[in-house]
């Protein structure tokens, strides 16, 4: 240890959340039913799309990777935070903080740019619904996903690398469920001036722009079904849509409704409450949503049953 207070930290202490000990079984069993439901929830999306042939069409290739991604970004901290509450050590070492920190960077960036995705694949089905497959084409999909998938993963390192190079002191003790680089900036004995001008930039282009372009999408869909006269085909054009829409806003109310509460004594309690409805209730509610609201995953979870018990 230098005079300085500086030490090399193997490993930091998730202090959890902010629950009286008499109600942290109560919460464990709740969270686990959330994170079990998470899984399976997902896990039944991706093996529907993967099973049936009507559902391999651009717009469930894309739900496909969306269920994945929320799948990963729930398993990033729900384990952790479960063996943690069951736990009198909730320690992480300090090369599992930065990994648990860049898959949360990486699958977090992926879901805003899947339903970027998404809202781009609606707006060519409903404004040039003739030449949708021409446009949709296989190339045009793996052209839109990968370089989606290669920027989550430049961004998420980034970070990673920029928070690897700064030194902590003798506080060990992080005031979230998991490693947040808010967090560990705090924590931070060095520098942190380039991580946070790296920080606030990127979450503006990652964040803004997505939303912005979602927004242009939806815009053009709106203008063109006030076109249309009849009530019938505006009603189907809106439940092709109600799906998506009820995620974008699931995702992105949540961090809106936060932002917008009045500011409370503790800002870590307003960090925790945003952090559980990005890494828990988000991932949990999608499969519901694309379940309940959409007619084509109903009917593709009756055939699957249906030949399924045929065979037996």
């Known amino acids: 240890m230098t005079g300085n207070n500086q030490t090399v930290v193997s490993q930091f202490l998730l202090l959890g959340l902010p629950i009286h000990p008499e109600q942290q079984h109560l919460f464990y069993v709740l969270f686990l039913a959330m994170y079990l439901t998470t899984v399976l929830g997902n896990l039944i999306i991706i093996i529907l799309i993967l099973l049936d042939s009507h559902l391999h069409t651009p717009m469930y290739l894309f739900l496909s990777n969306l269920s994945f991604s929320d799948l990963c970004f729930s398993s990033v901290t729900m384990p952790k935070l479960l063996q943690n509450m069951q736990s009198q050590n909730p320690s992480i070492p300090y090369a599992g903080c930065l ?78 469920f998991f490693c947040d680089i808010l967090a560990l900036l705090r924590l931070a004995c060095s520098d942190t001036h380039i991580n946070e001008l790296v920080l ?47 995620v974008v806003s699931l995702f992105y109310g949540t961090v809106i409704g936060v932002y917008l509460c009045p500011p409370a004594d503790n800002s870590t309690v307003k960090e925790t409450v945003m ?22 995953i109903k009917e593709a979870l009756i055939r699957v049953f249906y030949n399924k018990k045929i065979t037996l």
């Open 99 to 176: 990994t648990q920190m860049y898959f949360l960077f990486f699958f977090g960036v992926m879901e805003s740019f899947l339903l970027t995705a998404m809202a781009y694949d609606r707006y060519v089905a409903i404004c040039f619904p003739l030449h949708y497959t021409s446009i949709m084409n296989p190339k045009l999909c793996a052209c839109l996903l990968l370089p989606l998938w290669m920027l989550a993963t430049f961004n998420a390192m980034m970070h990673t690398l920029l928070m690897a190079r700064l030194s902590f002191c003798e506080n060990n003790v992080i005031l979230h």
């Open 200 to 246: 606030l930039i990127m979450s503006d282009l990652i964040g803004i722009i997505p939303f912005l372009l979602i927004v242009m999408s939806y815009a053009k869909i709106v203008f063109s079904i006030l076109k249309v006269h009849s009530t019938q085909t505006i009603y189907k054009l809106f439940s092709t849509c109600g799906s998506h829409l009820s």
């Open 275 to 296: 952090a559980m409805m990005y890494t828990v209730v988000t991932p949990m509610m999608n499969p519901f949503i694309y379940s309940l609201r959409n007619r084509d």
